[in-house]
Nanobody, 115 residues
Framework: QVQLVESGGGLVQAGGSLRLSCAAS????????MGWYRQGPGKQRELVAT???????NYADSVKGRFTISTDNAKNTVLLQMSSLKPEDTAVYYC?????????WGRGTQVTVSS
C-alpha cells in the first residue's frame, strides 16, 4: 500500500505561482511513475504532468513551459511548480503513484486562480 498526501493548493491571482507537494509513504518501489491529474469544474480529469523514477517527464500541452514537475527522492515527494497561472488552471489537483502495476491516488488539493 502507498499513501499519498497532497499540500500546497490555494487561491492565487492570474499570473501568480503555487507549488504543490505530494508526499508518498508505505511500500515505495524503486521503479515507479508519479504525477498529477486535475479536474476542473464540469470537466473530465486530465493528465497534467508525470515523472518516472528514471527522471523522465511529460506534460500536458496546456501547461508546458509554465509547470515543472520534480521529485525529492530522499523524502519520497513529488513537486509541481506552477507559474503564470491562468483561470483555466482552476481545478482539484490529484497526485498519483504507479508501482508494481498498481495505481494509488491522493485525495486532491484545490487550486483556484482568480482573474
Amino acid at each position: 500500500q502507498v499513501q499519498l498526501v497532497e499540500s500546497g493548493g490555494g487561491l492565487v491571482q492570474a499570473g501568480g505561482s503555487l507549488r504543490l507537494s505530494c508526499a508518498a509513504s508505505g511500500t515505495i518501489f524503486s521503479i515507479y511513475t508519479m504525477g498529477w491529474y486535475r479536474q476542473g469544474p464540469g470537466k473530465q480529469r486530465e493528465l497534467v504532468a508525470t515523472i518516472t523514477s528514471g527522471g523522465s517527464t511529460n506534460y500536458a500541452d496546456s501547461v508546458k513551459g509554465r509547470f515543472t514537475i520534480s521529485t525529492d527522492n530522499a523524502k519520497n515527494t513529488v513537486l509541481l511548480q506552477m507559474s503564470s497561472l491562468k483561470p483555466e488552471d482552476t481545478a482539484v489537483y490529484y497526485c498519483y503513484y504507479v508501482g508494481a502495476w498498481t495505481t494509488f491516488w491522493g485525495r486532491g488539493t484545490q487550486v483556484t486562480v482568480s482573474s
